[in-house]
């Protein structure tokens, strides 16, 4: 589990580097339509890594998607989410409105041994494997997938730079709908 969260965090680095890169040997006559960002909260659940772009490279009033990683892996407990939505950007100058949607990727492990007994001279233990993630809503059996909605603020400078946003990620699934879940991030456009 470990090796795959490397590979996919390692995947993530280089799209973006390659991206960033043909960004610079570009003139800059476009605005900045693309953006790495690490966000808290929001649709990676604990935190993600992602990389959103525009559809229409020329303008940022336009749809786009974002794709990210996020998780974590701690002795016998892992998780792993992949956040993916289709967003559309509304403003002008540096600041926007931020409406989407999509769906949250949950991969979720976590074992323990429970002692059984102590029967001729040896302790007998049994291995359980949780695969439910107890977030604010329960996920059931992962891998499962979550919804989400997005409706928030996105600052970018108008030549590219620092990014910041805060948002509001309403989530939902089989066992229900919880509209109060929040994220912000901070990260590069470019």
């Known amino acids: 589990m470990k090796s795959n ?8 680095f280089l799209v973006s580097l390659m991206t960033f890169r043909q960004g610079y040997s570009q003139e800059k006559s476009h605005p900045p339509t693309q953006a790495v ?5 929001g649709a990676g659940l604990v ?26 892996s701690v002795t016998d407990q892992s998780l792993l989410t992949i956040p993916v939505q289709i967003n559309r950007l509304y403003g002008n100058g540096r600041h926007f409105f931020e409406l989407g ?5 949950v991969y979720y492990r976590d074992r323990w041994e429970d002692y059984q007994g102590y029967y001729n001279g040896r302790s007998y ?4 494997v949780d695969e439910n993630y107890y977030w604010i809503l329960e996920t059931g059996d992962t891998p499962a997938l979550m919804g989400t909605l997005n409706f928030g603020y996105r600052k970018v400078p108008e030549d590219g730079g620092f990014l910041f946003g805060v948002n509001l990620v309403p989530a939902f699934n089989q066992n229900g709908f919880w509209p109060l879940w929040a994220g912000v991030r901070f990260g590069y456009a470019f």
């Open 37 to 41: 960002y690490v966000e808290l909260g």
């Open 5 to 12: 969260i490397k590979i996919i965090f390692g995947v993530l």
């Open 47 to 72: 935190y993600s890594f992602n990389y959103d772009f525009r559809f229409d490279k020329s303008n940022m009033n336009s749809w786009g998607m974002r794709v990210g990683a996020g998780g974590y």
């Open 101 to 105: 949607g999509g769906a949250t990727f």
């Open 125 to 128: 233990y049994h291995t359980t």
